[in-house]
Every structure is written in C-alpha cells, then in structure tokens.
C-alpha cells in the first residue's frame, strides 16, 4: 500500500525536525505538524557543554552586575555552544577533540564548518576562560610565579594593567583584551576581534577581559574604560597563576 501524500510529507517533516515517530503521531491532525515543527528545535547533539559557573550569579557585585551575568552565561555562552556543536554534529572524527585543539588548528577543519569554529568554538573557550578567571573576593596584586613575571616583562603590575586596558579601549567594536604566553614563552599583551582566541597565533590564553558591548552595557553603558578599569576587583589570580605555570610546564 502507497504512502498518502500526507503521510510522506509528513514523516519526513518528522525526520527533519528531529522528532520520534510518537511525537508525529501525537499530533495529530492535519496542520499540527507545521507549527510543532516551529515550536520544536531541532536536538542538537550536547558535543561540547557550557561550564557551570563556579560562583553566584551576583557574586561579582558591584563590579559585574547579576543580569548581565544571568544573560551572558546562560544565553550568548550557550548560543556559542549551540552552534558549536551543531557544526561539528556532522563530523563524528571531531567529537572527541579538545576545544584547545579544534581552534589551535582551524586550517585542518573542514572548509564548510571552519568560519562557524572559529566564531562559536572560539567563544566558547574564550567565554570558559572568562568565568574561571573571575571570582568574588578577588582581585588584588597578582601573586606567585605570574607576579613574579608581570614585574619582570612589564616592569610593574601597574604598567600591565595599563597597556590591557589600552588593548580592550582600542579595540575597535567587539572583541577581547588579553594577557597570553607568546610563542617565545613570554608574556605578552594583545587585543583579539569578535571571538578570536590567541590559540589561532600559537599563543596561550591566561587571562581575558570580555570587551563585546554584552559585557557591559546594562552596568556601564558605553563607558568601557570604566569597565575595564573596575574589572581588575573580580581578576582570580591564582586560577591565572595555574594557567602560567601549565604553559610554562
Ligand atoms: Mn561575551
């Protein structure tokens, strides 16, 4: 017996919206489909998760506000995510890599997926980097072997945070300010676009301040330079410490 027109049409809607036979049949009448569709989001395989935060969402108070932090971990981080796993969904040999080792190396991804790496694997990293070098009852002189080398490259703590905030000023529309182990092993300042990691230069990532106007914006409206300055209270420097010390391992 042939399909009906209705029933083709209809599991393969069903196929493609990434529902079960049970839900298409649970629908029902005729015209249901469409809108359960538009409802349904499509399952996306949970490849790559978001990190809990490791503290309250206020914890940062005054310095991060509780509604910028309820938005930006639990909606631009998880979009990030999202998309992130929905491109690599189709390619089972990259399901067990590192997000280290997916951004490290964007040329050897397939073309078609290599721009959507770059922006949501990179913000996904970026984003999990942010939230573990952030802390309440933080901020302070940074102290063992990073403060150490702080004082050896830059001369001073002062002067670091300096030459950050002006590489998370300058940068233009949205992006990052960074503290990274260069390529040589030293320390180094710079300042990446939209969700760029420094792993894509063969540099390491130990502290990053989040300059997107997302970060900010409900707190500190266009006063980035406020925000960069007063974001120094929340720094974790011994998480930054351990990251140094891993690098330099
Ligand atoms: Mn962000």
Same mark, same amino acid.
Request: proline share 7%.
């Given at each position: 017996m042939a399909l009906s027109r209705r029933a083709f049409i209809g599991r393969s809607l069903v196929a493609a919206a990434g529902l079960?036979?049970?839900?298409?049949?649970?629908?029902?009448?005729?015209?249901?489909?469409? =809108? *359960? /569709? !538009?409802?349904?989001?499509?399952?996306?395989?949970?490849?790559?998760?978001v990190p809990p935060l490791p503290y309250a969402y206020d914890a940062l108070q005054p310095t991060i506000d509780r509604e910028t932090m309820e938005f930006h971990h639990d909606k631009h981080h998880a979009a990030?995510?999202?998309?992130?796993? =929905? *491109? /690599? !969904?189709?390619?089972?040999?990259?399901?067990?890599?590192?997000?280290?080792e997916l951004i490290s190396n964007l040329d050897a991804l397939p073309a078609d997926i290599r721009t959507a790496v770059r922006n949501n694997g990179g913000g996904h990293d970026n984003h999990s980097l942010f939230w573990a070098g952030m802390g309440p009852n933080a901020g302070g002189q940074p102290t063992g072997a990073i403060g150490r080398a702080i004082t050896d490259t830059?001369?001073?703590?002062?002067?670091?945070?300096?030459?950050?905030n002006q590489a998370g000023a300058k940068r233009f529309g949205s992006g990052w300010a960074w503290l990274v182990l260069d390529r040589q092993g030293k320390l180094a300042v710079t300042s990446t676009a939209n969700q760029d990691s420094p792993r894509m230069?063969?540099?390491?990532?130990?502290?990053?301040?989040?300059?997107w106007e997302h970060a900010y914006y409900l707190n500190y409206r266009n006063r980035r330079d406020e925000y960069l300055k007063q974001?120094?209270?929340?720094?974790?420097?011994?998480?930054?410490?351990?990251?140094?010390?891993?690098a330099k391992a």
């Open positions: 079960t036979v049970a839900d298409w049949l649970w629908l029902g009448q005729d015209g249901a489909i469409g =809108t *359960a /569709i !538009a409802q349904t989001t499509p399952s996306v395989p949970e490849i790559f998760k990030y995510v999202k998309n992130l796993n =929905t *491109a /690599i !969904a189709p390619y089972p040999d990259l399901h067990q890599k590192s997000i280290e830059f001369g001073s703590f002062e002067a670091l945070q300096t030459a950050f230069d063969g540099q390491t990532p130990l502290l990053g301040n989040d300059v974001w120094w209270n929340v720094v974790n420097w011994p998480v930054i410490n351990q990251r140094y010390e891993a």
